[in-house]
């Protein structure tokens, strides 16, 4: 599995755009950039996910940089609700990829009032 | 929108008990997933299963069974029950070349 960095928490004002930042360097040709979320005690919720073009959709924005090495996931106004773990996940397309699914430590995303 | 549901949020089970977890998903999806939730360890799957009445282990299936009669439904089942099995379980489907999740059960075995 290709490797993902991030850093480990991330404070962010209310109203304002969160910018979550994902190395991964080692990423191969193939692969997709997954985000998900976590808020405390629930599942994990799909957000968004890309290949090498930038992607919007009604929850967030995906901006994947030319080389690939690396991604920003942008929450355009923050509410205290986006308050989460934010996880960035690297897999190959293809349902049966799911079989073996990992997330890192993730970002713990503060929105403050 | 596509929905995953777990049956139960909250259980309370003691040792040796047979527990089931059932999870149902609206999507005609045909992959389903059991994982396990612990602090420090991340996800850990137990089971999944590519089409009715068929299963595979995953990387932690002792202790576990799972029953798939019908495509939306996929079981977890725990013959007996022991404290090393709290902990939050989470069930998964693929459709859209992305997996979902339901919104987790949590288990506690006193």
């Known amino acids: 599995d290709a490797k993902t960095t991030q850093p480990p928490s991330m404070d962010c004002a209310e109203g304002r755009a969160a910018n979550l930042p994902c190395n991964h360097s080692?990423?191969?040709?193939?692969?997709?950039v997954y985000w998900y979320r976590q808020i405390h005690s629930q599942g994990p919720q799909y957000i968004i996910h890309?290949?090498?073009n930038n992607e919007t959709n009604e929850m967030a924005s995906l901006i994947i940089t030319e080389d690939r090495k690396s991604s920003t996931l942008i929450l355009p106004h923050a509410t205290l609700r986006d308050t989460a773990v934010y996880y960035c996940?690297?897999?190959?397309?293809?349902?049966?990829?799911?079989?073996?699914?990992?997330f890192g430590s993730g970002t713990k995303l503060n929105v403050k009032p | 929108d596509v929905k995953v549901t777990q049956s139960s949020r909250y259980l309370v089970k003691r040792t040796g008990e047979k527990v089931f977890l059932e999870c149902v998903q609206d999507m005609d999806h045909e992959n389903m997933f059991w994982y396990r939730q612990d602090p420090g360890l991340g996800l850990r799957l137990i089971y999944f299963?590519?089409?009715?009445?068929?299963?595979e282990k995953g990387d932690i299936p002792e202790g576990y069974s799972v029953s798939r009669e019908k495509k939306e439904r996929f079981s977890l089942i725990l013959e007996s029950a022991s404290t090393n099995q709290t902990s939050m379980y989470l069930c998964?489907?693929?459709?859209?070349?992305?997996?979902?999740f339901g919104e987790g059960s949590w288990l506690t075995v006193v």
């Open positions: 998964a489907s693929t459709g859209r070349n992305t997996i979902y």
């Open positions: 299963s590519y089409d009715v009445k068929m299963k």
């Open positions: 996940i690297v897999r190959a397309k293809g349902e049966y990829n799911f079989n073996k699914f990992y």
């Open positions: 890309g290949l090498k």
């Open positions: 080692t990423i191969s040709g193939n692969e997709y």
